[in-house]
């Protein structure tokens, strides 16, 4: 199928649940961005600073761009005029650094924390008590320009199902508790990504609102043979 096509289909299936879509375009030319937006996608997620950048001067500018990969403190400065939503904070010291371009910019800037559920070394994010301490100090209550709205977490890379969907449902439960403890009053708290290309329907079952598709978009998608172990 063509990306319109694969556009359409997602659609049609997140949209009935009121899962947001967030097509990850990395690697890929701005003219296969290009065919997804004019099948009417708007959310676009990038991993990296410089790829990033490239695309958002390239493309219509009112698509929405999320960073999703790891993001040093040196390259905000690059994204705080346009980046719709930073998901993989993972530390106070880039959410102040966040916040401090934020105001240079007259923004508000919307962020996720990125919570480590996966049993691999190589992912980063908070722990969960990490993030409980971040939202408690007075350095977070502090920032006037960043906007927490939600969390989120890459699973384990495992053809284990029972796996990954404990580790999904291990950050549901997590998101609900913070949503209770720290921002019972603030609708705005309300976005939980979790799920990708091979696990996304997992993911979904398990309480997730926004997925993260790249394969399954543009092509060259890798289905996975569940092992229920």
Same mark, same amino acid.
């Not at 649940?17 to 004019?38: E, F, G, R, W």
């Not at 916040?99 to 480590?116: F, G, M, S, W």
């Not at 549901?172 to 603030?186: C, E, L, N, Y």
């Given at each position: 199928?063509?990306?319109?096509?694969?556009?359409?289909?997602?659609?049609?299936?997140? =949209?009935?649940?009121?899962?947001?879509?967030?097509?990850?375009?990395?690697?890929?030319?701005?003219?296969?961005?290009?065919?997804? &937006?004019?099948?009417?996608?708007?959310?676009?997620?990038?991993?990296?600073?410089?790829?990033?950048?490239?695309?958002?001067?390239?493309?219509?500018?009112?698509?929405?761009?999320?960073?999703?990969?790891?993001?040093?403190?040196?390259?905000?400065?690059?994204?705080?005029?346009?980046?719709?939503?930073?998901?993989?904070?993972?530390?106070?010291?880039?959410?102040?650094?966040?916040?401090?371009?934020?105001?240079?910019?007259?923004?508000?800037?919307?962020?996720?924390?990125?919570?480590?559920?996966?049993?691999?070394?190589?992912?980063?994010?908070?722990?969960?008590?990490?993030?409980?301490?971040?939202?408690?100090?007075?350095? &977070?209550?502090?920032?006037?320009?960043?906007?927490?709205?939600?969390?989120? =977490?890459?699973?384990?890379?495992?053809?284990?199902?029972?796996?990954?969907?404990?580790?999904? &449902?291990?950050?549901?439960?997590?998101?609900?508790?913070?949503?209770?403890?720290?921002?019972?009053?603030?609708?705005?708290?309300?976005?939980?990504?979790?799920?990708?290309?091979?696990?996304?329907?997992?993911?979904?079952?398990?309480?997730?609102?926004?997925?993260?598709?790249?394969?399954?978009?543009?092509?060259?998608?890798?289905?996975?043979?569940?092992?229920?172990?």
């Amino acid at each position: 199928m063509s990306i319109a096509d694969n556009i359409k289909s997602l659609k049609k299936e997140t =949209g009935e649940i009121n899962v947001a879509l967030l097509a990850v375009s990395k690697t890929k030319p701005a003219a296969d961005l290009q065919q997804a &937006y004019d099948a009417g996608q708007r959310l676009f997620g990038e991993n990296t600073v410089q790829e990033l950048v490239e695309k958002q001067e390239q493309l219509p500018k009112d698509i929405e761009w999320h960073l999703i990969g790891h993001l040093q403190t040196n390259k905000v400065k690059y994204i705080a005029p346009f980046i719709s939503m930073i998901q993989s904070v993972d530390s106070i010291k880039l959410l102040q650094e966040i916040n401090k371009h934020a105001a240079k910019n007259n923004r508000v800037i919307d962020c996720l924390l990125q919570i480590y559920i996966a049993d691999e070394e190589t992912k980063f994010g908070l722990g969960f008590d990490e993030a409980i301490e971040l939202l408690r100090s007075e350095e &977070y209550a502090a920032l006037k320009n960043v906007r927490i709205r939600g969390l989120m =977490g890459i699973a384990t890379n495992t053809d284990a199902e029972k796996q990954i969907k404990e580790e999904y &449902y291990e950050l549901k439960t997590f998101f609900d508790g913070i949503k209770v403890s720290f921002f019972r009053k603030q609708e705005s708290f309300d976005t939980l990504s979790m799920g990708m290309s091979a696990d996304y329907k997992v993911a979904i079952e398990q309480g997730s609102n926004m997925v993260r598709l790249g394969s399954t978009i543009f092509g060259g998608r890798v289905v996975k043979h569940w092992k229920n172990n």
